[in-house]
């Protein structure tokens, strides 16, 4: 069986970051649920990354098709 949760190496590797404020700031901009442990360091599940529930949002604006 596999761990539930990413380990704290596997975040780090995500977000490039190893403080929890960056890490969460990454993984909200990815899309990716997490959240904060007791003791401050970062949650994510295993299954947000394997089977990812929503598409992470793009700021790009969406351009209008221009008929002639």
């Known amino acids: 069986m596999t ?3 990413l380990s704290d190496i596997e975040i780090h590797e995500i977000t ?3 403080r929890p404020t ?4 990454v993984l909200k901009s990815l899309g990716i ?6 003791d401050n360091s970062v949650l994510v599940l295993r299954m947000h990354m394997v089977h ?3 598409v992470a949002p793009t700021d790009e604006p969406k351009l209008k098709p221009i008929r002639k």
Do not use: C, F, V
């Open 16 to 18: 490039g970051y190893a």
């Open 3 to 5: 761990d539930l949760a």
């Open 22 to 25: 960056k890490q969460m700031e």
């Open 52 to 54: 990812p529930a929503t």
């Open 33 to 38: 649920p997490a959240r904060r442990r007791p």
